[in-house]
């Protein structure tokens, strides 16, 4: 098989920044629906020891692939300097990603700078687990609240075949361990649910964390990206997970912590605990999306399937003023009306988007 094309000047070519209409914005926004930008995702890195098949297949993300250089990333300060500024237009949440952004050396040093510049919002990570165990007491003492940890299997063989980098589950298990001893808890655990890949697997996923605290969230197979072969059929329906693992452990449902918040919420009947489905592809929550995604060159996309992002690091390195760039930030979400997943097609699941390794998940 041909090694997929991806044209690197398209995905990374920026959208020109809006003109901002009126005065500079100085608190909270909204978007053209209504929507409000609470959460920032920000990858630190494009690269990550694995090469999970829906995420970052090996045939396309190998030894040749053209990762970005080390001055093309956002430096920490820079970093810093444009959550403090979201932060003043009504960002409540970071996530820390990548890439795998324990793979950022310092890792926890920009852990320990956000929290200084930000206190008060919440300060989270997105992990594949593997580096874990020998950094978890280092990101907690910087300051991070808690991680989320990508595992999709707990079977040997199907984690190191999805994973495609012969990583063993156990060392996973140990990384979610030190997390949690680290207090970084609950600790959320991630699971990706592929037809005829892992599917089989949910319901020992559900019971080997149920009564430990931890809530495992299962998300619905997504067209993010251009290379990761997806097909509906592969799809398994959430509404399905929960039926599986109620005719095990009866779930019922749970109000939301928050508005906006992604994954439902299904409680254990008989008080061990809650799990957690993403329901982009059945049952899309565009409507209640208030996250914005800040790209490893400081690139700001305002959907996770979004086919090409705003510049701001253009912006940092010119010398603008940190009401400028609010301002450009501004302009850009106040445009925003993005709802890729309630209008999803065959067709449209075809078309380039951004790669999630890019921007995170």
């Given at each position: 098989m041909a090694k997929p094309v991806i044209a690197l000047h398209e995905l990374r070519a920026a959208l020109p920044i809006p003109p901002l209409s009126g005065a500079a914005p100085a608190g909270p926004l909204a978007d053209l629906r209504g929507r409000a930008l609470r959460d920032l995702r920000i990858s630190v890195t494009d690269?990550?020891?694995?090469?999970?098949?829906?995420?970052?297949?090996?045939?396309?993300?190998?030894?040749?692939?053209?990762?970005?250089?080390?001055?093309?990333?956002?430096?920490?300060?820079?970093?810093?300097?444009?959550?403090?500024?979201?932060?003043?237009?009504?960002?409540?949440?970071?996530?820390?990603?990548?890439?795998?952004?324990?793979?950022?050396?310092?890792?926890?040093?920009?852990?320990?700078?956000?929290?200084?510049?930000?206190?008060?919002?919440?300060?989270?990570?997105?992990?594949?687990?593997?580096?874990?165990?020998?950094?978890?007491?280092?990101?907690?003492?910087?300051?991070?609240?808690?991680?989320?940890?990508?595992?999709?299997?707990?079977d040997e063989a199907t984690f190191r075949a999805m994973n495609d980098a012969d990583f063993p589950v156990g060392k996973v298990l140990e990384g979610i361990d030190a997390a949690a001893a680290a207090g970084l808890a609950p600790v959320k655990v991630n699971m990706v649910v592929k037809r005829g890949v892992n599917d089989g697997q949910v319901v020992d996923m559900a019971r080997h964390f149920r009564g430990t605290g931890h809530i495992v969230r299962f998300i619905e197979f997504m067209d993010v990206g251009s290379t990761n072969g997806w097909r509906m059929d592969d799809v398994i329906p959430s509404a399905e997970v929960v039926r599986r693992i109620s005719e095990h452990f009866p779930?019922?449902?749970?109000?939301?912590?928050?508005?906006?918040?992604?994954?439902?919420?299904?409680?254990?009947?008989?008080?061990?605990?809650?799990?957690?489905?993403?329901?982009?592809?059945?049952?899309?929550?565009?409507?209640?999306?208030?996250?914005?995604?800040?790209?490893?060159?400081?690139?700001?996309?305002?959907?996770?399937?979004?086919?090409?992002?705003?510049?701001?690091?253009?912006?940092?390195?010119?010398?603008?003023?940190?009401?400028a760039i609010a301002g450009a930030i501004g302009a850009i979400w106040q445009r925003r009306d993005d709802r890729y997943s309630e209008i999803r097609t065959a067709e449209t699941a075809r078309g380039r988007k951004v790669e999630m390794s890019f921007i995170g998940g």
């Open positions: 690269r990550c020891n694995f090469r999970c098949t829906y995420c970052m297949p090996k045939d396309v993300f190998d030894a040749d692939y053209p990762f970005l250089p080390h001055e093309a990333l956002l430096t920490f300060e820079e970093i810093v300097r444009m959550a403090r500024i979201f932060r003043g237009l009504g960002m409540e949440k970071v996530r820390l990603t990548g890439g795998e952004p324990l793979l950022r050396r310092g890792i926890d040093r920009l852990v320990a700078m956000l929290r200084e510049a930000l206190p008060g919002v919440d300060l989270t990570l997105t992990t594949n687990g593997s580096a874990l165990k020998a950094q978890a007491k280092a990101l907690a003492a910087a300051g991070l609240d808690r991680v989320t940890v990508s595992l999709d299997s707990l779930l019922e449902a749970a109000e939301a912590h928050y508005g906006g918040e992604v994954a439902q919420r299904w409680r254990y009947g008989d008080g061990a605990g809650e799990i957690g489905v993403i329901s982009s592809v059945t049952r899309a929550f565009c409507a209640s999306c208030t996250r914005a995604r800040l790209s490893t060159d400081g690139q700001l996309y305002t959907c996770l399937f979004a086919q090409r992002g705003y510049d701001l690091k253009q912006l940092l390195r010119a010398g603008a003023a940190d009401e």
